[in-house]
């Protein structure tokens, strides 16, 4: 199944705040999980990535984790700023095959982070 | 990191008529895809545009109404043929190999 499902649909914070967005895949032939940062008008940004040996990786406020026995991973925002209002993609790439390299996303969170 | 310039930005068509998006990678990738993304909702991969060879179709879309070329390593373009309404959404250029950079997006609208 090439389906990753993503949650909450929207979130709102607080400055300052901790949001977690969560994702869960099925596909095991997945190989490379980026999240993207998508501002009205834009196109996705890539944030962060992680590949499935690693369990978690940080870059500057933003924390990837991966859990690979339960399929899942997470974004995490530390000390979220009004600037990070913005729409969030999980996604995961397929590691082989003739769909090598072809990303699938998740369904968006709208995240807002109230001053 | 691979920077993607995508023309042009937005464009208002009539039905039946046709629009060809370009797409330009800063640096030879192996890889270039296309997607479709309605107004608040998800990215879908449209195809995988191969260099020297056809395009692979995602299932629901067909080469006749999205015919893909590919002639380089740097460069790709998206045709969306006699459009209807239905086709109103932005399209989105990827490409990389490690990994994987937009564009701006296309903005389409259909009257």
């Known amino acids: 199944q090439q389906q990753v499902k993503q949650s909450p649909q929207s979130l709102i914070v607080q400055k300052g705040g901790i949001p977690i967005i969560n994702c869960a895949y099925e596909?095991?032939?997945?190989?490379?999980f980026p999240w993207y940062q998508q501002f009205p008008g834009k196109g996705p940004a890539l944030l962060i990535a992680?590949?499935?040996?690693?369990s978690e990786k940080k870059e500057g406020r933003f924390t990837i984790s991966f859990n690979k026995s339960a399929k899942q991973f997470s974004l995490h925002i530390m000390d979220s700023q009004p600037g990070d209002s913005a729409t969030y993609f999980c996604?995961?790439?397929?590691?082989?095959?003739?769909?090598?390299?072809?990303?699938?996303f998740g369904q968006g969170t709208i995240l807002t982070v109230h001053p | 990191s691979a920077v993607i310039s995508q023309k042009p930005s937005r464009d208002i068509c009539q039905r039946g008529t046709s629009l060809t998006i370009q797409c330009q990678v800063d640096?030879?990738?192996?890889?270039m895809f296309w997607y479709r993304q309605q107004p608040g909702q998800s990215l879908t991969l449209i195809a995988t545009?191969?260099?020297?060879?056809?395009?692979?179709?995602e299932s629901g879309f067909v080469i006749d109404k999205f015919p893909i070329s590919r002639p380089n390593l740097t460069f790709s373009t998206l045709t969306v043929s006699n459009m209807s309404p239905e086709d109103s959404s932005i399209y989105l250029c990827?490409?990389?190999?490690?990994?994987?950079?937009f564009g701006q997006g296309t903005r389409l609208t259909v009257v």
């Open positions: 996604a995961a790439r397929n590691a082989g095959g003739t769909s090598y390299g072809k990303l699938t």
């Open positions: 596909n095991t032939a997945f190989d490379y």
């Open positions: 992680i590949r499935p040996d690693v």
């Open positions: 640096s030879q990738v192996t890889m």
């Open positions: 545009a191969n260099q020297g060879s056809e395009a692979t179709y």
């Open positions: 990827s490409g990389g190999d490690t990994e994987a950079f």
